[in-house]
């Protein structure tokens, strides 16, 4: 696989990680725990409107919200994560799907590959349990991305 | 040379009070320049791979469970040699005074703790209540990186027998006391992963016959530090049944759970013979045709 089929945000992250040795892999992902956004105050005070991924080793919620846009182009999808400080190899993942996927179009999300975190080259160094707790966030995200398409359209 | 054991009424119960530290002890050594000198080595140790990163306990070091300890192909700890080139890293050396901690009740840290004890480090310790009530109670975090002076450790090969049980010294244990720490869902065989944690694929729920449910962190109070000498009797010796002299065998998941319970079996109540079972119910429950008994039962070893 390779990252010709990753919207260019995405790719452009996967590339800096490629090109990292292992040990500034994980620090670059300490800097994505760092930059993942807080949640909005709408949905801080509302617990129920995001999910938990019960894969991730550490606590996850996540949801997705749909802007419309009036330009006549696609949709843009928002995405919303929470994870706590003290799990900052969870909130690194979330923080890359953040900065790679948030604002896309449904399609451009139904489109990244499952299996695109181990294009990170971060599975040797934070075990292939937590890769899977990873690779379910994603599958979550175009889970619901998918749903809320169907009923759109 | 040993850094000088703490004397407090809480260890003093406890059979081997040289294993433990509390934070209050650990700050007053890092005031005296304990670790600057050398003569300490405080190693981090947790689940999260980069939890040190976020802030560690000034001058601490990390070791992680899976990159550092484990053995990259076989399902194995690394060899004497890559745990003297490790160990040398973090500015260890064979005679140092080793304090580890972590985080979730120091589940990690207790394994790198029965680690360093398959290869006869003598003095290493544990911080009672880890991280988290170092956290709890305010002290000192840096995210600055420890520059350790390399320490100087020979290459000594493990020694697991006294510690380590394998699946065949399990079969051969039936009938002797097992200890079964993970969740009463995984025991009863309801579910073969913990709560909230992903499926790892055992292919057969349950429990070793005979085994008893007690879960690792009903040794832990509610601040992350072991309990006390009593309710650790109560535990062990009035539910588990367990009798003064016996020999016991711990286990969980992949052995790092119960290696926070081999503790307490070994060192705060003083069992002689105690051994993790690392391969735990990874292993049993993917083995061919091993005894296994489902529901809240503990079962008897078959005929």
Redesign the interface.
């Known amino acids: 696989m390779t990252t010709q089929h990753l919207p260019a945000s995405l790719a452009e992250i996967v590339d800096d990680f490629q090109a990292l040795t292992e040990p500034e892999r994980?620090?670059l992902?300490?800097e994505f725990?760092r930059e993942l956004p807080e949640l909005p105050d709408r949905l801080k005070n509302h617990p129920e409107l995001l999910e938990q991924v019960?894969?991730?080793?550490?606590?996850l919620f996540l949801t997705i919200e749909t802007e419309k846009n009036d330009a006549g182009t696609a949709d843009a999808v928002r995405l919303y994560f929470k994870a706590p400080?003290?799990?900052?190899?969870?909130r690194?993942f979330a923080g890359v799907l953040h900065e790679g996927l948030d604002g896309l179009s449904a399609e451009d999300i139904l489109a990244v590959p499952d299996d695109m975190p181990e294009l990170l080259g971060l599975t040797?160094?934070?075990?292939p349990?937590?890769m899977?707790?990873m690779t379910?966030m994603l599958g979550r995200i175009k889970r619901k991305v998918a749903a809320s398409s169907r009923q759109l359209s | 040379m040993s850094y000088p054991v703490e004397q407090n009424e809480k260890f003093a119960a406890y059979a081997r009070p040289e294993r433990l530290v509390s934070t209050e002890w650990l700050a007053a050594a890092l005031e005296s320049g304990a670790v600057a000198d050398g003569k300490l080595v405080v190693v981090e140790s947790d689940?999260?791979?980069?939890?040190y990163?976020?802030g560690h306990i000034p001058g601490s070091v990390k070791i992680d469970w899976?990159?550092d300890l484990n053995d990259?192909v076989t399902r194995d700890y690394v060899d004497g040699t890559a745990f003297a080139a490790l160990a040398a890293s973090k500015g260890i050396s064979r005679d140092s005074t080793v304090v580890i901690y972590g985080?979730k009740s120091n589940w990690w840290a207790a394994y790198a703790l029965w680690v360093f004890t398959l290869f006869g480090h003598e003095d290493v310790r544990l911080l009672d209540g880890g991280r988290d009530k170092w956290i709890a109670e305010g002290r000192a975090l840096t995210t600055e990186t420890s520059a350790p002076v390399a320490g100087d450790y020979p290459v000594v090969e493990r020694n697991d027998a006294p510690i380590r049980a394998f699946k065949e010294d399990v079969l051969a244990h039936l009938g002797k006391p097992l200890i079964d720490v993970r969740s009463p869902e995984e025991y009863t065989g309801q579910r073969t992963h913990m709560p909230?944690?992903?499926?790892?694929g055992a292919l057969r729920g349950g429990h070793i016959p005979t085994a008893a449910s007690i879960p690792w962190a009903r040794a832990a109070a509610a601040d992350g530090t072991y309990r006390s000498r009593d309710e650790l009797e109560a535990l062990y010796l009035g539910e588990a049944g367990l009798s003064e002299g016996d020999d016991v065998v711990a286990y969980c998941r992949i052995g790092e759970r119960s290696s926070h319970t081999w503790f307490a079996l070994k060192y705060l109540l003083g069992f002689d013979t105690v051994r993790n079972y690392d391969g735990s119910w990874t292993e049993w429950g993917n083995a061919v045709r091993v005894p296994i008994v489902k529901g809240a039962e503990r079962g008897s070893v078959p005929a």
Do not use: K, M
């Open positions: 994980l620090q992902l300490l725990s019960v894969e991730c080793q550490s606590p400080p003290e799990a900052p190899t969870t690194g040797r160094a934070i075990t349990l937590r899977r707790g379910a | 689940e999260d791979v980069l939890l990163e976020t899976h990159t990259e985080d909230a944690y992903p499926e790892e």
